[in-house]
């Protein structure tokens, strides 16, 4: 079995100031982590992934996140946010040996002016 | 289009009516997903086509939800007699032009159906 936790339902932050949205899974086997980003009447669309290596991966839009192992823990971040991230973000994780990937609740990341 | 493009955006049936719902996913896409998405919370995932294969449909809520993809690449949901717990958006996905595992997902739009 798999899942993800996102312990916050609301992440709110000042434009130029750092951000963080957190995430831990569980599962079985080896894990594939992503981040996916939801706007309003919109799909979600792709930001970043982890599969194996570093530890900090980077992807769209100037965001990050970093995988601990130990922790369990895969957390988005982003130096500097911008009114343009507020949206909702989603933590996703597939067992390597599974097809589907389960999705956290999601954050509402609001980023003021 | 390049991306995957789902149909109708919305529908609304009436409680007991049947329902069709249409993804055309991104071409060479080997991996179609359906997942559905309820007010508020995360996509929970209902079933997993490999080309034409249904490789995982324990997801389905019930016998009266129903997915197919006869030859490997639009995908049909299906769901019989709706209830008004099925009013939520559907969202298809594709991925994988080699079958990749790690391959993310690309999102529809989403249908939103409202049971009344």
């Known amino acids: 079995a798999q899942s993800v936790a996102q312990p916050e339902d609301q992440v709110n932050v000042a434009e130029g100031n750092p951000l963080t949205v957190k995430c831990t899974y569980s599962v079985s086997g080896n894990p594939y982590l992503f981040w996916y980003v939801q706007y309003p009447n919109r799909g979600l669309q792709f930001l970043l992934k982890y599969i194996t290596g570093d530890n900090l991966v980077k992807g769209s839009y100037g965001f990050e996140a970093e995988f601990n192992k130990s922790q369990t823990s895969f957390h988005l971040k982003k130096p500097s946010a911008l009114v343009s991230d507020s949206a909702l973000y989603f933590c996703a994780v597939r067992d390597t040996n599974a097809g589907k990937s389960t999705f956290g609740d999601g954050t509402t990341l609001t980023v003021k002016p | 289009g390049a991306g995957v493009s789902q149909s109708p955006r919305y529908k609304v049936a009436k409680r007991g009516q049947d329902v069709a719902l249409r993804c055309d996913p991104i071409?060479?896409?080997?991996?179609l997903f359906w997942y559905q998405q309820a007010l508020g919370q995360g996509p929970e995932f209902l079933t997993y086509f490999q080309n034409e294969a249904q490789l995982d449909k324990s997801g389905l809520p019930s016998d009266r939800f129903f997915a197919e993809r006869p030859e490997g690449s639009v995908s049909t949901l299906k769901i019989q007699r709706t209830q008004q717990e099925d009013s939520a958006v559907y969202l298809c996905?594709?991925?994988?032009?080699?079958?990749?595992?790690?391959?993310?997902?690309?999102f529809g739009n989403g249908t939103r159906l409202t049971v009344t």
């Open positions: 996905a594709s991925s994988s032009p080699g079958g990749a595992q790690n391959s993310p997902l690309h």
């Open positions: 071409s060479g896409h080997v991996s």
